[in-house]
């Protein structure tokens, strides 16, 4: 059996979402702040209209009004992109109180996928201002859960740099690749990541910050990894006159060589054996591959 069409919420309804969004365009007044397109502005004069005398319902009103808040986040230091759907249309004309608005977030550079998506995770969506205000402070507490320390203040390094390698017989998780990667510069260190079985770490910088980040990477980012799943070895530590072969942290899974395995896991360790020599790390791939 089809499914009732929507219609638009009944006028009482529809003005207290009017109201919602004028609401946040008074909260927001700052140009870059909320951006608000001329065609939603029309609609919303349309509707303002309608809630006046309605009669018969204006044409071409969509199911829902999208806006997109550069919400400010430590004082305004930071900000995160909250994209609200407000929605116009229901199914139950027989409502008493408007339909829930609907939150996402567009992933700042300064927050990891896998923090996004803890942060989106337990998102309230009853209240406005609750969602604001549990945006703001959640994503504060990710900022002070990281290390102090800033990249430029590490790679002054208070000991010689060093060059660790790892070796992982399989390692894919999406957002555990993500927090190896992020956490990295906070210790000021430099390296590449690479996926799939084997997996790869190469981290370069002061000794105590390398174990410091290990210890923190299993301890928080894979706190929810049984221990037995956690394999990691440490296979070769350069020392000596070490001078850094990587300007920063990245992973290179997607851009090194064809992929093969069942499930295309499995890396081109050629293609790696080439790339690192022409780092001048040949003598590193013999050690911690072979």
């Known amino acids: ?4 069409p929507d219609s638009l919420l009944p006028a009482d309804i529809m003005e207290l979402q009017l109201s919602t969004i004028d609401l946040l365009i008074s909260m927001f007044p700052s140009p870059g702040e909320l951006e608000v397109p001329q065609s939603t502005t029309e609609c919303m004069e349309k509707l303002r209209n309608w809630c006046e005398s309605p009669n018969s319902a204006p044409s071409g009103i969509l199911s829902s009004i999208l806006l997109g808040v550069h919400l400010p986040i430590d004082d305004g230091e930071k900000s995160i992109q909250v994209n609200i759907s407000i929605p116009l249309q229901c199914q139950d004309l027989e409502i008493d109180q408007p339909p829930p608005l609907s939150y996402s977030l567009r992933q700042p550079d300064w927050l990891s ?3 996004v998506a803890r942060l989106t995770a337990a998102m309230p969506s009853d209240d406005v201002f609750e969602t604001f205000n549990y945006i703001q402070t959640e994503a504060i507490r990710f900022i002070e859960a990281r290390p102090s320390s800033t990249p430029e203040s590490k790679t002054s390094q208070r000991g010689p740099i060093v060059r660790v390698w790892f070796y992982f017989p399989s390692l894919s998780t999406r957002e555990k690749r993500d927090d ?3 956490y990295a510069p906070g210790y000021g260190l430099t390296g590449f990541v690479l996926a799939g079985k084997p997996g790869l770490l190469c981290l370069e ?20 990894i049984p221990s037995h799943q ?3 070895s440490e296979r070769y530590r350069e020392t000596g006159a070490i001078e850094r072969a990587f300007t920063d942290m990245s992973e290179i899974t997607d851009s090194l060589g ?5 499930r ?9 054996e080439a790339w690192l020599n022409d780092r001048g790390l040949q003598e590193a791939f013999e050690k911690v591959i072979f």
């Open 258 to 262: 064809e992929r093969g395995g069942q």
């Open 113 to 115: 996928r896998a923090e």
């Open 1 to 4: 059996m089809a499914s009732k």
């Open 205 to 224: 910088g002061d000794s105590g910050d390398i174990d410091a980040y290990m210890r923190f990477i299993k301890t928080h980012s894979w706190g929810d």
């Open 180 to 182: 190896i990667v992020n």
């Open 264 to 272: 295309a896991n499995r890396g081109d360790m050629q293609a790696l």
């Open 230 to 232: 956690k394999k990691v």
